[in-house]
T-cell receptor, first 112, second 114 residues
């Protein structure tokens, strides 16, 4: 099992550009999550999904969009990138009704 | 709503000394509590979790935590620190089971001095 994979590992964007952060898991988990991590601030939930076709907003969804067309994939879309979106982004997944979340290695995004 | 407070953004201990990382939570329903560890440039890994039952929970790498409802605490301990324990540690809470997402604390960076 590869677990949770994320691409790219690093990315630099210019203000106003768009991009998609990819996340995939091969554990057949129903639940998937996107977090952002800023220094000294812990992890903030952006969006989550409890199954294919179902998504919900977390604490900090503004400026982001998600879709969940398959169980395996949960891409995060940034439209009109802003410097405030400079962060490390983590994707995670878990079984439905089970609590342990498995995290990907992260994507470090810089918006200049 | 749930919340987590981790006391101390940075803790420094000598190798072989006791590790104590503090976590207090707020939850309107019986909580599920977690400790995750993050090594440099990596994602988070689960150390241990409390859901129901025994209040003293043992995790990986010799860590343990005790759920104290009266104190709303879930402090993480390890009797003897090792250099490899240097990392960032996150406490998290979920209000019960089901779909409720985890709420993370801001993290505590543990340094181990030789």
């Amino acid at each position: 099992n590869a677990g949770v994979t994320q691409t790219p590992k690093f990315r630099i964007l210019k203000i106003g550009q768009s991009m998609t952060l990819q996340c995939a898991q091969d554990m057949n988990h129903n639940y998937m999550y996107w977090y952002r991590q800023d220094p000294g601030m812990g992890l903030k939930l952006i969006y989550y999904s409890v199954g294919a076709g179902i998504t919900d907003k977390g604490e900090v969804p503004n400026g982001y969009n998600v879709s969940r067309s398959t169980t395996e994939d949960f891409p995060l879309r940034l439209e009109l990138a802003a410097p405030s979106q400079t962060s490390v982004y983590f994707c995670a997944s878990s079984y439905a009704g089970t609590d342990t979340q498995y995290f990907g290695p992260g994507t470090r995004l810089t918006v200049l | 709503a749930q919340s987590v407070t981790q006391l101390g953004s940075h803790v420094s201990v000598s190798e072989g000394a006791l590790v104590l990382l503090r976590c207090n939570y707020s939850s309107s329903v019986p909580p599920y509590l977690f400790w995750y560890v993050q090594y440099p440039n990596q994602g988070l890994q689960l150390l241990l979790k409390y859901t129901t039952g025994a209040t003293l929970v043992k995790g990986i790498n010799g860590f343990e935590a005790e759920f104290k409802k009266s104190e709303t605490s879930f402090h993480l301990t390890k009797p003897s620190a090792h250099m490899s324990d240097a990392a960032e540690y996150f406490c998290a809470v979920r209000g019960g089971s089901g779909n409720t997402p985890l709420v993370f604390g801001k993290g505590t960076r543990l340094s181990v001095i030789a």
